[in-house]
Nanobody, 126 residues
Framework: QEQLVESGGGLVKPGESLTLSCSVS????????IGWFRQAPGKEREGVAC????????NYTDSVKGRFTISRDNAGSTAYLQMNNLKPEDTGVYYC???????????????????WGQGTQVTVSS
């Protein structure tokens, strides 16, 4: 069975950092785009970052550029989201997702992704 499991969320103060992990099983990670999404209570799910299946090309939503870094370890079947200088508006449930596309591009629209994890809570509060 294809599974994605997020971990690493927690409660942090503004300015602190967290690293989220996405453990992937049931698929060969090198052939999939990986995206990170977040959803705050009462708001729509938004794309945060994605990394292409080829050449490690990345995209980020403007609000996290310069603060977040997405990466992947295909051999270890794990993707990561390094989050630095966290802000209260970063609070939400963070999901990783996989899209079955091999190429040098990725998209932040959630509807193109085929597989989803259950999410991990990130809370940024003073």
């Amino acid at each position: 069975q294809e599974q994605l499991v997020e971990s690493g969320g927690g409660l942090v103060k503004p300015g602190e950092s967290l690293t989220l992990s996405c453990s992937v099983s049931g698929l060969i990670l090198e052939y999939y785009v990986i995206g990170w999404f977040r959803q705050a209570p009462g708001k729509e799910r938004e794309g945060v970052a994605c990394i292409a299946s080829s050449d490690s090309i990345t995209n980020y939503t403007d609000s996290v550029k310069g603060r977040f870094t997405i990466s992947r370890d295909n051999a270890g079947s794990t993707a990561y989201l390094q989050m630095n200088n966290l802000k209260p508006e970063d609070t939400g449930v963070y999901y990783c997702a996989a899209e079955g596309f091999y190429g040098e591009t990725c998209r932040l629209g959630p509807r193109v992704y085929d597989y989803w994890g259950q999410g991990t809570q990130v809370t940024v509060s003073s």
